[in-house]
């Protein structure tokens, strides 16, 4: 069967290769063949070594396939059933303190792509049966990848906020992250949206998704335009979804008392904090990394009602090893969903 790996970069970013069907199921497992599989930089991150040491397994970890053999011991699936899966995390202990508090995430037997030796981005992947969660099959299937990783992360973002309808949040950075975002800050969560990016297309689109302001913030002075907007009070949230260090500072800058900061993006500089600003302000700075397997029901919910619209292109997985050298080139700016089935 096909699988998608890191290969010997930066001669080559990845690599279809020939590898056998994942065997061996276990009575609380489920046999799974790949459907669609999108296309994240986490992905070519781990392809290239970007996070350290470049992954031995095939990448792929938003994906959505049909059950087409159960372990003894399944008792919710049926074979034919859709399902996905929380971004990359496909078991955990169910014992520890972050497993008991619904955090599996964290757990430290979680099961991640690396340890279970291989990815989504594969015709076929074994999976426990509790991590894999049922969808209908009449949704838009592709939609329903990227709800996984990029939905589920914001979700989860705006679900630690603890916002109250009509809070304003600046979003910073408008790309695919930023974009699913905003329906999710409009739509779901009820609140007003402020769009902050530097690409005039991205931002037409995010007017478009329902930014009740953009701001170009290379261009515009992102403090004063957001005092306007704001009546000089400052945002209650701000979600940085862009890499950019500088975009981490005015998004710190532009909170109100009690605003709080949700990191998405994942910048290698550190951020310069006012601790006096912070304290008077009882200001709260987190991270949200992907979710768990509730919030993501949660953020799956949004698609089925409808509420938020995931943009991309699909492509043959035959196709992948191009999208991954524009990728790595900057020169992807649509989402990538991978069709298994051409
Ligand atoms: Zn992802
Ligand atoms: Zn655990």
Same mark, same amino acid.
């Given at each position: 069967?096909?699988?998608?790996?890191?290969?010997?970069?930066?001669?080559?970013?990845?690599?279809?290769?020939?590898?056998?069907?994942?065997?061996?199921?276990?009575?609380?497992?489920?046999?799974?063949?790949?459907?669609?599989?999108?296309?994240?930089?986490?992905?070519?991150?781990?392809?290239?070594?970007?996070?350290?040491?470049?992954?031995?397994?095939?990448?792929?970890?938003?994906?959505?396939?049909?059950?087409?053999?159960?372990?003894?011991?399944?008792?919710?699936?049926?074979?034919?059933?859709?399902?996905?899966?929380?971004?990359?995390?496909?078991?955990?202990?169910?014992?520890?303190?972050?497993?008991?508090?619904?955090?599996?995430?964290?757990?430290?037997?979680?099961?991640?792509?690396?340890?279970?030796?291989?990815?989504?981005?594969?015709?076929?992947?074994?999976?426990?049966?509790?991590?894999?969660?049922?969808?209908?099959?009449? $949704?838009?299937?592709? /939609?329903?990848?990227?709800?996984?990783? #990029?939905? +589920?992360?914001?979700?989860?973002?705006?679900? !630690?906020? *603890?916002?109250?309808?009509?809070?304003?949040?600046?979003?910073?950075?408008?790309?695919?992250?930023?974009?699913?975002?905003?329906?999710?800050?409009?739509?779901?969560?009820?609140?007003?949206?402020?769009?902050?990016?530097?690409?005039?297309?991205?931002?037409?689109?995010?007017?478009?998704?329902?930014?009740?302001?953009?701001?170009?913030?290379?261009?515009?002075?992102?403090?004063?335009?957001?005092?306007?907007?704001?009546?000089?009070?400052?945002?209650?949230?701000?979600?940085?979804?862009?890499?950019? $260090?500088?975009?981490? /500072?005015?998004?710190?800058?532009?909170? #109100?008392? +009690?605003?709080?900061?949700?990191?998405?993006? !994942?910048? *290698?500089?550190?951020?310069?904090?006012?601790?006096?600003?912070?304290?008077?302000?009882?200001?709260?700075?987190?991270?949200?990394?992907?979710?768990?397997?509730?919030?993501?029901?949660?953020?799956?919910?949004?698609?089925?009602?409808?509420?938020?619209?995931?943009?991309?292109?699909?492509?043959?997985?035959?196709?992948?090893?191009?999208?991954?050298?524009?990728?790595?080139?900057?020169?992807?700016?649509?989402?990538?969903?991978?069709?298994?089935?051409?």
């Amino acid at each position: 069967m096909k699988a998608v790996f890191g290969s010997n970069y930066p001669n080559k970013v990845v690599e279809i290769k020939d590898v056998e069907k994942p065997k061996n199921l276990k009575e609380d497992e489920v046999l799974v063949k790949t459907l669609f599989c999108s296309l994240c930089h986490s992905d070519l991150s781990m392809a290239i070594g970007e996070w350290g040491e470049k992954s031995k397994t095939s990448v792929g970890h938003e994906s959505i396939g049909e059950v087409v053999e159960i372990g003894k011991n399944v008792k919710d699936l049926q074979v034919g059933d859709y399902v996905v899966g929380p971004a990359g995390i496909r078991g955990a202990c169910e014992e520890c303190k972050y497993c008991l508090r619904g955090e599996e995430v964290f757990c430290s037997e979680g099961i991640f792509i690396d340890k279970r030796g291989y990815g989504t981005m594969q015709e076929y992947t074994i999976e426990k049966a509790n991590f894999s969660i049922k969808v209908p099959k009449n $949704i838009d299937l592709a /939609s329903a990848c990227i709800i996984t990783c #990029a939905g +589920l992360t914001v979700y989860k973002g705006f679900k !630690l906020a *603890n916002t109250i309808k009509n809070d304003i949040v600046a979003i910073y950075g408008i790309g695919g992250l930023g974009n699913i975002a905003i329906e999710y800050a409009k739509n779901v969560f009820g609140l007003k949206v402020i769009a902050i990016g530097s690409n005039e297309d991205s931002l037409k689109i995010a007017k478009e998704k329902g930014a009740d302001l953009i701001i170009n913030w290379k261009k515009q002075n992102v403090e004063s335009e957001i005092n306007k907007f704001t009546n000089n009070q400052g945002v209650d949230l701000a979600m940085v979804t862009s890499s950019t $260090i500088e975009q981490f /500072s005015l998004a710190l800058k532009s909170l #109100a008392p +009690l605003g709080k900061l949700c990191s998405i993006g !994942l910048p *290698n500089k550190d951020l310069n904090i006012n601790i006096l600003d912070l304290t008077f302000g009882q200001k709260t700075i987190y991270g949200s990394l992907i979710g768990t397997r509730q919030d993501l029901k949660e953020a799956l919910q949004a698609l089925y009602d409808n509420k938020v619209h995931p943009d991309f292109e699909i492509k043959s997985i035959d196709k992948a090893e191009k999208y991954f050298e524009l990728m790595n080139e900057n020169k992807l700016f649509k989402r990538i969903v991978f069709d298994f089935s051409k």
